[in-house]
Structures are given as structure tokens and as C-alpha cells.
């Protein structure tokens, strides 16, 4: 099977998981406080993902802490093949969670109290997709394809539903 073939195969749980987040959502009991204090909500929300940049940015630190060949850093050397693994994933993690933070915190102040329970879903669901997609990262396309496509499938639902509620 070709690699668009294995992306396509692992596309469909994770919207299988994200469209029974949005379905569900509305069914579970929602805090009294999450309505009350929506930008809080939304910020934690963000804050929980932002862990993994954090993650992310150590990983890249802490290898050039201590690898002989990557601590003179981009600028005067190239990095290791181990060091553009890790630079990837800090780039891909950068785009993800900034994108993610940014609909957290709209959708935190815009959506039904009904759907708030969805904001907590999102950041389980970022928080395996970002593993999955670090512990698979060193087999090409198809290791990361479940984990990119969990971490940005209910990413990529909060902007439709953000959408939705503007037209």
C-alpha cells in the first residue's frame, strides 16, 4: 500500500473519533464554572497543549546539550540526521499548537455551553496524537500519519464548528 494509501487508512478512526466528540459532546454534563468563565477554560485548554512545545523545545536543547556534532548549533554546522528528527517535530508541534490554542480560545468564547465539553476532548485527543506522532516520527510519512491526523482532525472541527456559527 502507498504511503497516500496508509494516511488515507488512519484518516478515517481519527474522524470516526473526532465527528463522535462533536455528537457527543452535548450529551456530557458541562461545569457550571466552564460557562461562567469561558476565557479560563479556553486558556487552560491552551495551556495543556502548550506543554508539548515546551516538550519539544527540550528535546531539541537537550540533544545539542549533548551531542558533540549538533552543539555549535545551525549556524555553524549542519544538524544530524537525529537533530532534524527533533527539529521537525518541534516545527510540526510549533504549527499545531498554535493553531490549536487559537480555536481553543475562540471556540471557549463563542460556542454553545452545550459543546464546551468538547474543548477537554480536543486536548485528550492532541495529547495522543502529539506521542503518537514523536514515537513514530522516525518511520516516515506512515509513523506519523495517525498521530498528525489526531492532533489535527479535532483541531481542524473546532474551526468548522467556529465557522458554523458564523454564517
Known sequence: MSD??????????????TVGAILLAPAWPVP???DTNRFRLGASCAAAIGVWLVAAVLLVSTH?????????????SEPTP?????????QNTLEQV???????LAFAATAPTRELS??????????????????????????RAF???????????LYLLLLSTLL
Open 82 to 90: 537525529a537533530l532534524r528528527l527533533k527539529l521537525a517535530f518541534l
Open 32 to 34: 457550571g464554572a466552564w
Open 4 to 17: 497516500r494509501g496508509v494516511v488515507f487508512l488512519w484518516g478515517i478512526p481519527v474522524v470516526v473519533l
Open 118 to 143: 468538547l474543548l477537554p476532548i480536543d486536548v485528550i485527543l492532541f495529547w495522543i496524537g502529539r506521542a503518537c506522532f514523536l514515537l513514530g516520527q522516525a518511520n516516515g510519512m506512515r509513523g
Open 64 to 76: 545539542r546539550l549533548f551531542s558533540s556534532a549538533d552543539a555549535p548549533g545551525p549556524a555553524l
Open 147 to 157: 498521530g498528525f491526523a489526531l492532533t489535527f482532525a479535532p483541531t481542524l472541527a
Open 98 to 104: 498554535v493553531l490549536a490554542a487559537i480555536a481553543y
